[in-house]
């Protein structure tokens, strides 16, 4: 790097995501004409809803495209405290509720606002990749809390207790889970949000895949403390990914200094977005219900398949659109590590993985492999799978 050329330690820091070198690379191959199987990515392979993509069309013929309430449309955050009480029987008053161009602008509002330097957020290992970034960003430390496959992935509140300390500012719960596909039972996660108020700290949930579960039932952690902040979006349930929009809501008192960060950062979510956002609530329960049962067709079929390879699936996942598949023995024959694991079967089978270290150390030796794409596609997949696996 030239000298004249100084990056911020903060930016310097930043790790990359695995998951988007992968795509790039496979990008790469698809520009010579070699035709690649995305089971890499983690983004619904459906199109918007008509419902929701009309009332986009509306408020750009009505003139809604200009700046809203930094805080978001109140009907919007109306619509967002209606759906809290349907699913959950929560009461949340759109005062609580911030409007963001995605979830991942929630979070950098949310670990800005909560967080000092030297503070410490509690994760479980493995988690989303991006977590720990956000934490760091904002001068806090993450504290990895392993999770084992033999126990579904699923938080053990004694471990959590355990690697609690005086700087402990909040546990992080997200369920179902990116990775792992795994939901929290109610009863941990009713657990872990008495053992934080012991403690004197807060309880992050990040539920972006709710609504995507299988078996089983989602729970907010809203049920458990109003003192939780919860963090969601409209990407993954409703196939939104491209129109950037989310929420966060959160206890009264920390809207006011959010809001200030949102004004000055941001301004406001995307106006005709939100419109949009009020249809998804609102109006697309039919369009939804089938992409969820498309979902659930392809994990049934995916997951049989891949223990027939030799990838272990020690228990089935019941939500979002992911398995996580030990890959050890694959690892060790092909590869020896999963990221080199990972690239070796798209340079060689044309099929695009996610390397598990890409989700912590916790999850290295494992695959991720995302079923938000057609059942021929995964079936085809599993085939060229198949093939490399035979490989001596």
């Known amino acids: ?77 109306e619509a967002i405290c209606e759906d809290m009480l349907t699913r959950y029987g929560v009461t949340v008053d759109p005062g609580q509720v911030i409007v963001t161009q995605g979830t991942s602008p929630a979070m950098l509002l949310l670990f800005s606002t909560i967080l000092e330097a030297g503070d410490e957020v509690i994760l479980s290992d493995p988690c989303y990749a991006c977590y720990d970034n956000f934490i760091r960003f904002a001068g806090a430390t993450p504290v990895r809390v392993p999770v084992t496959e033999d126990d579904s992935f699923q938080y053990r509140p004694q471990a959590i207790e355990a690697a609690m300390t005086e700087r402990t500012k909040a546990i992080l719960l997200n369920s179902p889970a990116n990775p792992t596909g795994t939901l929290l039972s109610p009863e941990r996660m009713d657990a872990i949000a008495r053992l934080a108020d012991a403690h004197g700290a807060h309880i992050v949930s990040d539920e972006i895949y709710h ?35 989310g929420y966060l809501i959160a206890p009264k008192e920390f809207i006011r200094p959010m809001q200030k960060l949102c004004q000055n950062f941001f301004i ?6 939100q419109f949009a956002g009020i249809a998804a609530l609102k109006e697309s329960a039919a369009d939804v219900a089938r992409m969820k049962a498309t979902y659930d067709e392809r994990r049934r079929f995916l997951l049989p398949r891949l223990k027939a390879l030799g990838l272990g699936v020690a228990h089935d996942p019941t939500g979002a659109f992911y398995v996580l598949a030990n890959a050890r023995r694959w690892a060790e024959k092909f590869g020896g590590s999963s990221l080199k694991l990972a690239y070796d079967i798209l340079e060689k089978a044309h099929v695009g993985v996610t390397p598990g270290i890409d989700f912590g150390q916790g999850a290295e030796g494992f695959l991720r492999f995302s079923y938000a794409n057609s059942l021929e596609n995964i079936d085809e997949a599993l085939r060229r799978l198949e093939k490399y696996a035979a490989q001596a």
Request: include cysteine; glycine fraction near 6%.
């Open 211 to 245: 609504g995507l579960v299988y078996e089983g039932k989602d729970h907010s952690a809203l049920e458990f403390s109003d003192r939780a902040f919860v963090l969601n979006g409209f990407s993954k349930l409703y196939a939104m990914t491209g129109w950037r929009l």
């Open 268 to 273: 406001s979510a995307n106006s005709v977005a």
């Open 1 to 77: 790097m030239s000298e004249s050329v100084r990056v911020s330690k903060r930016a310097s820091e930043i790790t990359p995501f695995l998951v988007m070198d992968i795509l790039e690379a496979a990008h790469k191959l698809e520009a010579k004409g070699v035709n690649v199987i995305h089971l890499e990515i983690g983004e619904p392979d459906f199109d918007t809803p008509e419902c929701i993509k009309e009332a986009a069309k509306k408020a750009l013929a009505d003139g809604e495209t200009h700046y809203t309430h930094s805080l978001g449309l109140l009907a919007l955050r």
